[in-house]
C-alpha cells in the first residue's frame, strides 16, 4: 500500500518513521523543504509527487487554515478524487465536517482521526486514534491505524473531532490546576515529595502531574513534543465548539488568555508545561 503524509513537522516526522517501519511505501511532503526525513520515507518535492502514487493521504497539518490551504487549494483539489484522506490533525467538528463535505464533493473520502499521544507515542505505535466517518473507510486504513496505535470509531465524522477536544481541555485544564497547587506549596515551603506522595495516595491524582513535575520544579520547558501554541490553538478550538452547545467556558477562557500572555513572551514553542511559569512566575 501506498501511503502519501502531508505535514513532516512534530507528529508528521513520527507517524510517517512509524508506518514506513511497517513496510508501507511512505512519502512526505512538506510546504518548508527538508533536507534530513524521516527514516524509511522518500520527502517529495512536490505535493502531486507524493500524492500522485498514494492511495491514501493522512494530513498531520498545524490546524485548520493549513489544512484548507493543502486540501481545498484550486489546483490540489483533482487530487483527491478516489483516495482516501485521513485528517490527524486537531481540528473543530465544524472545521472536520466542512472538510468531509468537500473532499466527497470532489469525489474523495474522509476519515477524521485526531490522536491522543504526542511523539514518543507516534514512534512507537501507541497513540490513540479517535475515528469520526464510515467504518468501511476505517477497514480500507486497518493496516495504518494499526501501526500507529489503538482506534477507537466515535461515529460520524465531527464526534472524534469532538471528543479529541475534551481530552486536550483536560491537558490544559489539568495541568493549569496542578501548577497553582505546586506553586502554593512550594512558596510556602512544604516538602515536595511528600506533597506528591499525598496527591498520588488520593483520588486527585492524574499521571500527567508526575509527567510534567521535573520540568515545572527546574523551570526547563524545551524539547517540546507538544508545543504551547498547540494547546492555544485547541482551547480556543474547544471553547468555539463548546458554547456553540451552550456550555459555559468562562474557566477555559482565562486558561487561553494566560496562554496567549505566554505566546507573548517567547513561550509559543516551547512545552505546554510551561504554562506553569506563567502561573507560579520566578520570584
Ligand atoms: P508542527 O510541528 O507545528 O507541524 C505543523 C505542520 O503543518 C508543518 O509540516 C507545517 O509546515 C505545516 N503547515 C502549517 N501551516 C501550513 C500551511 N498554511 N500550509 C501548508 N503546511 C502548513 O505541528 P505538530 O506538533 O506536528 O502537530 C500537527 C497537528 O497534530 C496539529 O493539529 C496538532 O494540534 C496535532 N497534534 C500534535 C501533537 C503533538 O504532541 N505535537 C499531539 C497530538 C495532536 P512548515 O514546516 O512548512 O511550517
Known amino acids: 500500500m501506498n501511503i502519501a503524509i502531508l505535514g513532516l513537522g512534530l507528529m508528521g516526522r513520527a507517524i510517517a518513521q512509524r508506518i514506513a517501519g511497517f513496510g508501507l511505501t511512505v512519502r512526505g ?20 509527487e507524493a500524492v500522485a502514487p498514494a492511495h491514501i493521504i493522512w494530513v498531520m497539518l498545524a490546524d485548520f487554515a493549513a489544512c484548507e490551504a493543502v486540501l481545498l487549494a484550486e489546483e490540489n483539489q483533482p487530487l483527491w478524487r478516489n483516495r482516501l484522506v485521513i485528517n490527524g490533525a486537531t481540528i473543530s ?147 468555539t465548539a463548546a458554547e456553540s452547545r451552550q456550555i459555559n467556558t468562562q474557566m477555559v477562557h482565562s486558561l487561553t488568555d494566560i496562554l496567549t500572555h505566554a505566546t507573548t513572551t517567547g513561550a509559543s514553542d516551547a512545552d505546554y508545561s510551561a504554562l506553569f511559569a506563567e502561573i507560579v512566575p520566578p520570584q
Do not use: C, W
Open 29 to 48: 511532503y512538506n510546504r518548508s523543504p527538508i533536507t534530513d526525513g524521516p527514516v524509511g520515507v522518500v520527502v517529495s518535492h512536490t505535493l502531486d
Open 93 to 239: 467538528p465544524d472545521q472536520s465536517r466542512t472538510l468531509a463535505h468537500a473532499i466527497h464533493t470532489l469525489g474523495g473520502r474522509y476519515l477524521e482521526a485526531p490522536v491522543l499521544g504526542s511523539t514518543p507515542q507516534a514512534e512507537t505505535g501507541t497513540l490513540q486514534i479517535l475515528l469520526g466517518g464510515d467504518a468501511a473507510d476505517i477497514k480500507r486504513a486497518e493496516s495504518i491505524l494499526q501501526a500507529l496505535g489503538t482506534p477507537t470509531h466515535f461515529g460520524e465524522v465531527g464526534q472524534g473531532a469532538a471528543v479529541k477536544l475534551a481530552m486536550n481541555q483536560l491537558i490544559g485544564s489539568l495541568t493549569a490546576a496542578f501548577s497553582m497547587s505546586v506553586g502554593l506549596v512550594q512558596r510556602e515551603g512544604v516538602d515536595i515529595t511528600q506533597f506528591m506522595e499525598t496527591l498520588r495516595a488520593s483520588a486527585l491524582y492524574a499521571p500527567t502531574f508526575d509527567k510534567k513535575l521535573q520540568k515545572m520544579l527546574d523551570r526547563d520547558f524545551a524539547s517540546a513534543n507538544f508545543p504551547l501554541k498547540h494547546l492555544l490553538k485547541d482551547l480556543q478550538l474547544f471553547t
